[in-house]
């Protein structure tokens, strides 16, 4: 299956990351993906017709949309928590679905991350930027074999 569209409203797409390890304030985080630099408030759209089916926080990911069709799962991560979509959402291709969250969040109950100041951050991030993760049957592929 070939997907297609823009997800974020930026010229630059850099630092593709697929599972290597990121250093993070000292700790290192292995994750799957591709992670794309982009302002505060910067909007992304779905990649796919589906449905939402998860929008909540999620430890390292910070607030995340899930976005599922077929056998994907496509994971929009360090969203912004004034989400606009909600859970059975049903999505367009094209469509905003949200924008890119800030780099701290406050009163987010167990949340572990922090930067060294001790302010709490959006999941595990240094700075905004959408991380972008698909995962097909449960496993994660790369996200530049389908754009």
Do not use: W
């Not at 991560?77 to 979509?85: A, E, K, S």
């Not at 924008?99 to 991030?125: E, L, M, W």
């Amino acid at each position: 299956m070939v997907l297609y569209g823009h997800f974020l409203d930026i010229i630059e797409l850099v630092l593709i990351l697929a599972n290597v390890q990121v250093l993070l304030l000292g700790a290192s985080s292995s994750h799957s993906g591709i992670d794309i630099p982009a302002p505060q408030g910067t909007k992304f759209i779905a990649v796919a017709d589906g449905e939402i089916t998860f929008r909540e926080f999620l430890g390292a990911g910070g607030y995340t949309i899930t976005l599922s069709f077929d056998n994907f799962k496509v994971s929009y991560c360090h969203c912004d928590p004034n989400f606009i979509v909600n859970v059975g959402d049903k999505i367009k291709q094209g469509q905003v679905i949200g924008f890119v969250g800030p780099r701290y969040v406050y009163g987010i109950s167990g949340n572990q991350y922090h930067d060294q100041d001790g302010k709490p951050t959006n999941g595990a991030t240094t700075g905004p930027h959408l991380h972008l993760g698909i995962r097909i049957d449960g496993k994660y592929v790369n996200p530049l074999n389908y754009f």
